[in-house]
């Protein structure tokens, strides 16, 4: 059983999606998983501490002054003896109380005090997982550590409300235990990779450039999940908002050229993943002062030229790497405009995706992408980008590790 020994501590927080938790309770011990369950007082009202107590064979923890509880600092003590805390569902409550620190009940506190991984099952109304305090939120507890899957996308509880915000399913959260308790294999070590990632900016003048509406996160979330397993990791990334990955070393990079060079400069190399949506075209003669609006003139033409073409360099290159991946990101014929990417670029993979507006997937958090390699097509479901990162990451390691490079 793959979780044979392995010590769960669940955290059960106030939604609707607390009735999952009874069934990840079941699904964990199915693995060999021992189960402590910790119970918030909103959670008592979707679900009984019976019936938790009954599916876990555990006492549920519920109170931070339990008299009975707390002789010993029962709250630290089930912070440390565990080997994995598992937060599901996640409230927004609960999520905002971690990334600022709170301690005031006893699920917070545990969060607080514990020094172990702890993996997060956000479960939301789809307004308040968008709401902008949540995405702050969100991105604190990435850049502390913690581990997150989902939300997913479907009907809410309320009728008639659907988007992002259901809690993962029991079995991909239990897939996800299983992944972060496994022996530290490190299957890429010793091995070099190349990631680019988010926009480029052409500057038109000191204040305007040419843009597109790529956040970096999946490209960031590549560059983690390659050093994670045991990859030396260079990312290369244009102008984001969002944090650098943890154990990576960055180069920040504004414009397409910069974007070339520093890749360039990176070889050789074992891996490259070209996830950066560079910008095509930049301008020709950039302006030195802000071009200003003349009354009753029409607007400056803009003379664009070529930017240079950054995976195409790299999978023609002298020194390329083994393994070249590329992304496509389109709006119509995917699959064809995949293809055709695949023989022009010389790369060996081509992550293609579906970016129009109604997607969401330019600038959000999930992900459905189509593998195109030389032996064939490969559909994946919708996932969240961080998890998409770990299936991309595992397949590298196992082309490498076959010498397979198609």
């Known amino acids: 059983m793959e979780l044979q020994g392995k010590r769960i501590l669940l955290i059960i927080s106030g939604g609707i999606a607390a009735y999952k938790s009874l069934d990840l309770i079941r699904r964990l011990r199915e693995r060999g998983a021992t189960v402590r369950p910790v119970m918030s007082r909103a959670a008592q009202e979707f679900v009984t501490p019976l019936a938790v107590g009954a599916l876990s064979a555990s006492h549920v923890y519920t109170d931070l002054f339990s008299r009975e509880d707390e002789q010993d600092v029962g709250h630290i003590r089930l912070a440390r003896d565990c080997d994995l805390i598992v937060v599901a569902p996640a409230t927004a409550d609960l999520m905002a109380k971690m990334a600022h620190g709170l301690a005031d009940d006893l699920p917070s506190a545990v969060l607080l005090a514990t020094d172990r991984p702890v993996l997060v099952a956000p479960a939301m109304n789809p307004v308040m997982w968008n709401a902008a305090p949540t995405r702050r939120n969100v991105e604190t507890l990435k850049t502390d550590g913690i581990h997150l899957i989902g939300p997913m996308k479907g009907e809410m509880a309320e009728s008639g409300e659907a988007g992002t915000g259901r809690m993962a399913e029991p079995l991909e959260i239990v897939a996800t235990v299983v992944a972060l308790l496994s022996p530290q294999h490190k299957p890429l070590a010793g091995k070099r990779a190349i990631v680019t990632s988010g926009p480029t900016h052409e500057p038109i003048d000191p204040v305007r450039y040419i843009a597109n509406r790529s956040s970096g996160k999946q490209g960031h979330a590549i560059a983690a999940a390659l050093a994670r397993l045991g990859a030396e990791v260079t990312l290369v990334s244009g102008p984001v908002t969002i944090a650098d990955p943890r154990g990576v070393t960055v180069r920040h990079v504004?414009?397409?050229?910069?974007?070339?060079?520093?890749?360039?400069?990176?070889?050789?190399?074992?891996?490259?993943?070209?996830?950066?949506?560079?910008?095509?075209?930049?301008?020709?003669?950039?302006?030195?002062?802000?071009?200003?609006?003349?009354?009753?003139?029409?607007?400056?033409?803009?003379?664009?030229?070529?930017?240079?073409?950054?995976?195409?360099?790299?999978?023609?290159?002298?020194?390329?790497?083994?393994?070249?991946?590329?992304?496509?990101?389109?709006?119509?014929?995917?699959?064809?405009?995949?293809?055709?990417?695949?023989?022009?670029?010389?790369?060996d993979l081509i992550v293609a995706n579906d970016v129009s507006p109604d997607t969401g997937i330019m600038g959000g958090d999930r992900n459905r992408v189509r593998l195109i390699s030389h032996g064939g097509i490969e559909d994946w479901p919708e996932l969240g980008k961080d998890a998409v990162a770990e299936r991309l990451a595992a397949l590298i390691a196992e082309r490498l590790n076959q010498g397979k490079s198609d």
Do not use: Y
Not at 260 to 278: F, N, T
Not at 291 to 303: D, S, Y
Not at 317 to 338: D, K, M, S, Y
């Open 254 to 347: 504004e414009t397409a050229e910069e974007m070339r060079a520093a890749v360039l400069s990176c070889l050789p190399a074992d891996i490259a993943v070209m996830v950066a949506a560079v910008a095509d075209w930049r301008v020709v003669g950039t302006a030195g002062q802000k071009i200003k609006k003349q009354p009753g003139e029409p607007p400056a033409p803009l003379v664009l030229t070529e930017n240079p073409d950054i995976l195409k360099t790299i999978g023609h290159h002298e020194q390329r790497p083994t393994l070249v991946i590329g992304f496509a990101a389109e709006t119509e014929n995917v699959e064809a405009n995949g293809r055709k990417k695949l023989a022009a670029k010389g790369a």
